[in-house]
């Protein structure tokens, strides 16, 4: 593994030496980790090309009007070829050494600061309490993302740094900025290869993260911007138009779009998912690594909450969720009958009890699904009981300090199964009658004044969800097995729909619609419980699919995502977010 190797590099101080060059052991593994992952045969032969000792030195261009040009024949494992231009390739290379004088200065703070020699042993700061990051036990494929959490793991575990250590530490930040800057110009330049341009930009990416080694969460920002500039390249953008188009292309996209994600997640900064950077073509927007037609099986890091803390923490039957503007998690509990409140982290802050204020009597109350609007206020729909005979159902409404601010009785005879609300005080409640479990109508109330009208009886016939969206539209997900999203007018008029992910059969299927990047949300059970993510414009345009590295529970209960675009599906009695 990556450690190992570094862990060599700092005991031996093994420093290898190319025709003058630097290329320390340890640089050159983590460079070629960062930035040239398995996928991409041209980036493993660029850096070849640097660190090859049958490589030739790299002549200046001759001042004559015709362009002389270098080549030079690479061996690597697969036996490539790879084409330098002398003139062009000077920044791609000048980025490369700089990266590598930055990753021996760096080696030099780990040797300061990581290895103590106590009675004749060497000891390392890695201990029983090692971190490991994904993917790096066992594997002799090292991934980018575990090269370089490896980087920050060992860093987290220094002591204090003393002032020599302080001073090779800077100076390794003045490298890698040297070679981010490098690099940038490489990429720039129209005159090198597509496949030259993302070399230099896996460098960029990976000089960017190493000089903020010390707080990684800084430099998330400009690699997302990176992405950006990458996926406007028009070759780029022509290899995602076409299928048949240029594979290798598209794997190298794929590949540093998977290396930045990973990252993102791990070092903390999590819920970039729904604004990740797309490839913009024809107006539609492709995800390259997330969408289904890329067959990307990359997992994205997820947790889970709900079974933390005492009983009165934990959740029962997590029956549905909402979120609000602070981010906040909010979970009914079909078996305590309240509502459990978490922070966006999945930590338990307090329950509401939305039956506190109602006289005994002798019927029982259920609290069914929630919905939360854009002043934070909570909409509960509930269901009345008569020895165990369902007879009514109520929406309370609770403002943001959870006070109660209007009790609405739905009509006689209608039973709620799912509610969302408007920001103009409508709630839709989607369900049926009370002798049909089939969810066939679309009520419509003013919070204030009650039922407006009801729509939807002509095409609903299994409808299993409902979420409002921009432009007055409401959406509702019929079928569980075959979805299809209705997409109505708020005045009950069908405008269009479209075929959605299907869900495992009696698992649930779950909608809803984020605001912040106007798409649609849905959650689907696939085979091993696997919960899967569809994102969807709102014309039915797939964006991007995204698949929770754990396993959920037997069905799906809902969805909702954060403003932040933190996404939690509950299953049971966990929620599982990203």
Not at 70 to 79: G, K
Not at 421 to 442: C, Q
Not at 455 to 471: C, P, R, S
Request: proline share 3%; hydrophobic share 40%.
């Amino acid at each position: 593994t990556i450690r190992k190797a570094w862990r060599r590099c700092l005991v031996q101080k093994n420093i290898y030496y190319f025709e003058g060059a630097m290329w320390h052991h340890l640089g050159k593994v983590a460079l070629e980790a960062a930035v040239s992952s398995a996928v991409s045969t041209t980036v493993k032969v660029g850096i070849e090309a640097v660190a090859s000792k049958k490589r030739q030195d790299v002549q200046p261009r001759q001042s004559t009007p015709q362009q002389v040009h270098y080549h030079y024949s690479i061996t690597d494992n697969s036996d490539a070829k790879w084409k330098l231009e002398n003139m062009s390739t000077k920044d791609l290379l000048a980025g490369i050494r700089f990266f590598n004088d930055g990753f021996l200065r760096l080696c030099q703070v780990f040797g300061e600061g990581a290895i103590n020699v106590s009675e004749g042993k060497i000891k390392s700061i890695a201990s029983s309490k090692e971190k490991v990051a994904p993917g790096s036990s066992g594997h002799l494929t090292i991934s980018p993302s575990t090269a370089w959490l490896d980087a920050i793991f060992l860093f987290k575990g220094l002591n204090e740094l003393d002032d020599s250590a302080l001073r090779a530490l800077s100076d390794a930040k003045e490298r890698f900025k040297d070679a981010a800057r490098q690099a940038t110009e490489a990429f720039c330049n129209e005159a090198l290869s597509a496949g030259e341009r993302v070399l230099a930009l896996r460098c960029r990416v990976a000089a960017s993260l190493l000089e903020k080694i010390d707080d990684p969460v800084d430099a998330l920002g400009s690699c997302k911007l990176y992405l950006e500039e990458l996926h406007a390249m028009r070759v780029v953008r022509e290899s995602f138009k076409k299928r048949g188009s240029s594979q290798s292309i598209q794997a190298d996209v794929r590949d540093l779009n998977s290396f930045l994600c990973d990252v993102t997640q791990l070092v903390g900064n999590v819920g970039g998912l729904l604004s990740w950077p797309c490839v913009v073509v024809a107006e539609r927007r492709i995800d390259p690594l997330h969408h289904v037609e890329m067959m990307s099986k990359h997992y994205c890091s997820s947790r889970s909450f709900g079974q933390e803390g005492n009983d009165k923490h934990r959740l029962n039957f997590a029956w549905s969720i909402a979120s609000n503007t602070r981010g906040d998690f909010i979970v009914p509990d079909g078996v305590d009958r309240n509502i459990k409140f978490f922070d966006s982290n999945g930590k338990f802050h307090f329950c509401l009890d939305p039956f506190v204020n109602e006289s005994r009597s002798e019927y029982e109350d259920e609290v069914w699904n929630v919905a939360t609007d854009q002043h934070d206020n909570v909409y509960v729909l509930t269901l009345q009981r008569d020895n165990g005979v369902a007879i009514s159902s109520k929406v309370y409404m609770f403002d943001k300090d959870c006070r109660r601010i209007q009790k609405l009785d739905l009509r006689e005879g209608f039973r709620g199964f799912s509610l969302a609300v408007d920001d103009s005080n409508r709630v839709f409640v989607m369900g049926g009658s009370f002798s049909n479990l089939d969810n066939t109508l679309v009520a419509v109330y003013n919070q204030w004044s009650g039922f407006v009208q009801s729509f939807g009886n002509k095409y609903l016939k299994k409808a299993q969800d409902i979420t409002v969206a921009d432009e007055d539209r409401v959406m509702v997900l019929n079928g569980e097995t075959d979805p299809i999203v209705l997409v109505f007018s708020v005045d009950g008029k069908l405008l269009h729909n479209f075929k959605v992910t299907p869900s495992l059969p009696d698992s649930g299927i779950a909608m809803t619609f984020h605001k912040t990047s106007e798409t649609v949300l849905v959650a689907s059970l696939q085979p091993d419980n696997r919960v899967k993510v569809s994102m969807y414009q709102t014309d039915g345009h797939l964006v991007r699919v995204i698949q929770f590295k754990d396993k959920g529970g037997p069905f799906i209960t809902g969805v909702t995502a954060t403003a932040k675009g933190r996404i939690a599906v509950p299953g049971q009695n966990t929620v599982l977010f990203c």
